[in-house]
Nanobody
Framework: QVQLVESGGGLVQAGGSLRLSCAASGHTFSTYAVGWFRQAPGKEREFVAAISWSGDSTYYADSVKGRFTISRENAKNTGYLQMNSLKSEDTAVYYC????????????????WGQGTQVTVSS
């Protein structure tokens, strides 16, 4: 079992920055990939970014590439999503997830999910 708890969400003006954290427990953190997804009101949950268990490989959705940075600190059992140059369309609930197999970008390939943290970008 893996427990994931997101934090760091909030209200920010367009152009601003936020850093989300994903605190993990229950299983050795360095044995699984971490992904971030988001769900805006009235829309389906979508992939944002993923990072391999070692942190050596990352992947981003085109909509956030160049603005968001995913990272992890295995010694602290924590993953991060640094979000810069935020836009109103980034408003969503952000979820982190754990995947024990591979380096996935599809939701169904993730095994555990956090409860989410709300990010609201005002224009």
């Amino acid at each position: 079992q893996v427990q994931l708890v997101e934090s760091g969400g909030g209200l920010v003006q367009a152009g601003g920055s936020l850093r989300l954290s994903c605190a993990a427990s229950g299983h050795t953190f360095s044995t699984y990939a971490v992904g971030w997804f988001r769900q805006a009101p009235g829309k389906e949950r979508e992939f944002v970014a993923a990072i391999s268990w070692s942190g050596d490989s990352t992947y981003y959705a085109d909509s956030v590439k160049g603005r968001f940075t995913i990272s992890r600190e295995n010694a602290k059992n924590t993953g991060y999503l640094q979000m810069n140059s935020l836009k109103s369309e980034d408003t969503a609930v952000y979820y982190c997830a754990a995947a024990f197999s591979g380096f996935p970008r599809r939701q169904y390939e993730y095994d555990y999910w956090g409860q989410g943290t709300q990010v609201t970008v005002s224009s």
